[in-house]
């Protein structure tokens, strides 16, 4: 596995980047990196003491600087203090990261319309809203802009038991698009990434809870044999905030090891064949 910071020294210098759940998980993984690669940092979400804890040990380890603002994304007042609260910080913000999400597997028709809101509010409601607030901000400002929303493979495909956040994280691709396409001409760039499972405290415990577990392994589903390391998504978010992807816009990058091509092929699933069968068909073929 390669899992070596890949951008040179310094690629993103200066730049003010603000990642919303930046706290834990892959929002946390992502922001360390931008640090270490000379960002300025903003992690935003919710629980202000979760947030403290990881701005002090990022800035322990890495030497940067990182600001916490809580603010529920789902609330649009509380987004635009967040940006006030960037400016006043830093006088500047190049780029925002929407990474706050909620989810959680259960059968659709089990699922209160209350269920269904607090996912679809984080995850859709809460992209735009943001996007909306940093986008007029930039926009107002002549300034340029980058966003960059992480997504899941199956915005691409849906997929059963987790349908609000499927239809969310749908509705954020087409807004990646959609804003892609529109603002590009005012200099501001948006794209998306797709990750397959990359182990996380917040993931595992709501979407693979041990009882859930015995009966479906994930590892089994990706070609690659193993699960997504953090630095590897990492990578993949600094270059696309980077000045080195500048002429990337509107692209959906997938890093899955294979794992949602391995289930939408027809025929890949043969590979649970022994190979004796195999064996045999062949010997049949030849007479
Ligand atoms: C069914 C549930 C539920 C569950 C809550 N609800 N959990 N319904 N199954 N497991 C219902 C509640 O009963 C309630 O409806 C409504 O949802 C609101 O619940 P609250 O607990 O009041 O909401 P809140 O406190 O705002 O919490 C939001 C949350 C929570 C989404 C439920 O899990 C959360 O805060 N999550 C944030 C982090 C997270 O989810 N991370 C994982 C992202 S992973 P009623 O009708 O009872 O009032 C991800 C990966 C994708 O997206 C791909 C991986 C491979
Ligand atoms: P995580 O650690 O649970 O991250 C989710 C974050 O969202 C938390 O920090 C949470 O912080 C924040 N959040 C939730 N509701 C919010 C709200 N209303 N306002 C502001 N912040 C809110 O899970 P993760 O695995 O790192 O997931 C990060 C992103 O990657 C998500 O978009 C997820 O869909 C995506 N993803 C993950 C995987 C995976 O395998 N891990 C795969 C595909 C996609 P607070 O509770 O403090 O608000």
Redesign the pocket.
Known sequence: MYNEPMLKEGALENKVIVI?????????AMGKYCVQLGAKLVI????ID??QETATALEKETGGKVVTVA????KYDEVERMLKHTLNEFGRVDALIN?????FVMPTERLSHRAFDVVV???LK?TYNCSLAFGKYWIENNLPGNILN????YALTGSGYVAP?AAA?GGVLALTRSLAAEWGRKNIRCNAI???????????S?LFPEEVQQYVDPLKRIPLGRY?NHQELANLSAYLLSDFSAYINGEVVVIDGGEWLHGAGQFTNLENIPQSLWDQLEKMRGK
Do not use: Y
């Open positions: 919303t759940g930046g706290g834990t998980g892959l929002g946390r935003t979400s919710r629980k979760v947030l603010c529920d994304v789902r990474n706050a999400a909620g989810n509010d984080i995850v809460g992480i997504v899941t493979t956040s994280k797709a990750p397959g499972p990359f182990p996380t405290e917040g993931a595992w709501r997504g």
